[in-house]
């Protein structure tokens, strides 16, 4: 397969000359193993990109539990086809082992992507919770302000835009989505 990009060479600079490194980092890599691109820390975060990249390129959009499930599940017929072939009712071949190892390997990927996934649920509670205490403070203050019905409509729309404002903020600077049921409560009301 021909890669669309060229390979990203090492970020780090030699350190007499301050020239660019210029060497290539491991897979999903971002420095050279003689700037620390083979050390653990540096390892696990190539690992996280390549399974993200290979999700990506592969268009799946599927939650990473059901991808996950895939992968053990292919595991698991081409460990029967192996097992089978072992008792001797099928040939196992070369090809039958690779298979085998490579869908190990993408079911620990796919199993690393569960992992991280559920940080991020627990990142979108959090912004929940901040979403949820501010809307309670407009709802107290809009209740306090005791306003006609016009004028409390025309605040909860105001409030609601600054609200999607800071969401949209908030996610161009972290990532973390916006908490839509939050800005409904406001707008909606209750
Ligand atoms: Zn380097």
Do not use: W
């Not at 979108?124 to 209740?143: C, P, T, Y």
């Amino acid at each position: 397969m021909k890669r669309s990009t060229p390979r990203p060479k090492c970020r780090a600079r030699a350190k007499h000359t301050g020239e660019p490194c210029g060497n290539y980092p491991p897979p999903g890599g971002v420095v050279c193993r003689f700037h620390g691109g083979r050390a653990p820390a540096a390892m696990k975060k190539a690992a996280i990109r390549n399974a993200l990249a290979e999700a990506l390129q592969n268009g799946d959009r599927r939650p990473p539990f059901m991808i996950l499930a895939d992968t053990l599940h292919s595991c698991d017929v081409l460990a029967t086809q192996i097992r089978l072939g072992i008792m001797g009712a099928e040939e196992v071949t070369p090809d039958m082992i690779s298979a085998f190892v490579e869908a190990i390997e993408r079911a620990q990927r796919a199993a690393k992507l569960v992992i991280d996934a559920r940080v991020e649920t627990m990142m979108v509670q959090s912004v929940m919770v901040e979403g949820d205490v501010i809307a309670g403070i407009f709802l107290r203050a809009l209740a306090a302000a005791n306003l006609n019905v016009d004028a409390e409509m025309r605040l909860r729309e105001a409030l609601g835009v600054e609200l999607s404002r800071l969401g949209e903020q908030q996610q161009a600077l972290d990532g973390r989505p916006v908490s839509v049921q939050v800005i409904d409560s406001v707008v909606v009301g209750e």
